[in-house]
Structure formats: C-alpha cells, structure tokens
C-alpha cells in the first residue's frame, strides 16, 4: 500500500473510532437526530437549518450519519432550505478540517511515515490525485472528512480545494435534500433509492482510482 492509502487509512480509522465510540454511549443516533430535528420544527425552520449545519459540521470531529442527516433537512424544511443547511454544514467541516490540517498535519505525517522520501511521495500522490480524491470523496460518509485533511496537510492551494470541494458537495447536497423532500414516513423510496444511487455511484469511482493509485508509480521530483 501507498504511503498516501496509509494515512489516509489511518485517518478513516480514527474518525470510525469515533462513530463506534458515540454508538457504544447511545450519541448522535440517526432516531435522536430525527427526534431532535422534528422538536426544533416546531420552534421554527431557522432552528432547523441551524441544527442540520451544527451537526454536518460535527462530522468533522465524531462521525455521523451525514447522508441521512441532509434528507431529514429536505424532509423537515423543503429542497431548498435543505439544501441550504445541508452545503453550509459539509462546507463549514471542509473549510475547518483542511485549516487544522494544514497547521497541525505535518506532525501527523512525521509520525505515520518516517521516511523523508515517502513522506514527498505521499505529498506527490495526492498533488496529482487529490482533486479527483475530493470529487469521488462521498463514497463513504468518512471519506470527505480525509479528504479536506488531506488536503490541508499536502498544501493543496486553498481556491483549488474549494472549487473541487463546492463541485461535489453543490449537487450531492441538493440531490440528498430533494430526496428528503419528496420522501414521507409512508413513502421513504425516492430517499432510500438516492441512497443507494449517490453511494453506489461514488463508491465504484472510488475503487476505481483506488486501484489506480496501487498500479501506478509517482515521480517526487
């Protein structure tokens, strides 16, 4: 494996800890979301945007269930106010997740990858592949969290991050809201079959550069 597929690796390892660790207490179920989402409608929308941001952002410390969390916006609030909420919170993770990284993540990698020469491969790796890491990042919840850090943590320049960032999570965040939107209790199919289509779809893209990025050697000149 790729210096660049181990800390990325142990990264998703680390934010999995976090979502076993809040299962095992009984945190941030995808029934307390729900029933939290649902006492905050009847405050307002507002305080419905405001808690599907608070939690899309908490993802970027202990993992939750973003996916549905963004159709129980749309459920909640309607496509575009769900939408709304939903882009604000994955923005606001990606934004903080690739700052922290890049102030603090070189200690990260000093640790994870002792030498100095796998340590510019790595960099290398991702300077090449991390805009197309970012696009195909929602194939798993925790995927998108990495990402940002990594980014952050290989100097990728802000404006490229951002755009690669916004071009994905713009109408993967729509999509998942709209879902919600047209979604009932009696009829969840339009949400379960966005699921299945937004996971399936990103999950092959990912294996594919995942196999891609094993076979293919990289230069760190």
């Not at 494996?1 to 990325?8: F, P, V």
């Not at 690796?9 to 029934?31: C, D, H, P, Q, R």
């Not at 608070?54 to 309607?78: N, R």
């Not at 404006?159 to 979604?183: D, E």
Request: contains cysteine; positive net charge; aromatic residues 12%.
């Amino acid at each position: 494996m790729t210096s660049l597929l181990k800390l990325m690796g142990i990264m998703a390892l680390f934010f999995a800890s976090t979502f076993i660790v809040a299962k095992a207490m009984g945190w941030l179920s995808l029934e307390q979301i729900e029933l939290w989402l649902a006492q905050a409608q009847s405050l307002s929308a507002v305080t419905v945007v405001v808690a599907v941001v608070f939690l899309l952002f908490l993802d970027l410390f202990i993992a939750v269930p973003t996916l549905s969390i963004m159709m129980l916006g749309g459920y909640f609030v309607g496509a575009h106010l769900g939408w709304f909420a939903a882009f604000s919170g994955t923005l606001l993770a990606g934004v903080c997740g690739y700052g922290l990284s890049a102030l603090y993540g070189e200690k990260l990698v000093n640790l994870v990858v002792k030498d100095d020469a796998k340590r510019q491969e790595l960099r290398a790796q991702f300077r090449r592949h991390g805009i197309l890491m970012i696009l195909l990042s929602r194939a798993m919840p925790i995927l998108p969290e990495v990402t940002a850090c990594m980014s952050g943590i290989s100097r990728m320049r802000f404006l490229t991050f951002l755009l690669a960032w916004c071009a994905v999570n713009l109408p993967y965040t729509f999509i998942a809201a709209y879902a919600g939107s047209i979604s009932t209790l009696d009829n969840p199919i339009p949400a379960i079959l966005t699921a299945t289509a937004l996971t399936a779809f990103f999950w092959i893209g990912w294996g594919l550069l995942k196999h891609f990025l094993l076979k293919t050697p990289v230069s760190t000149q």
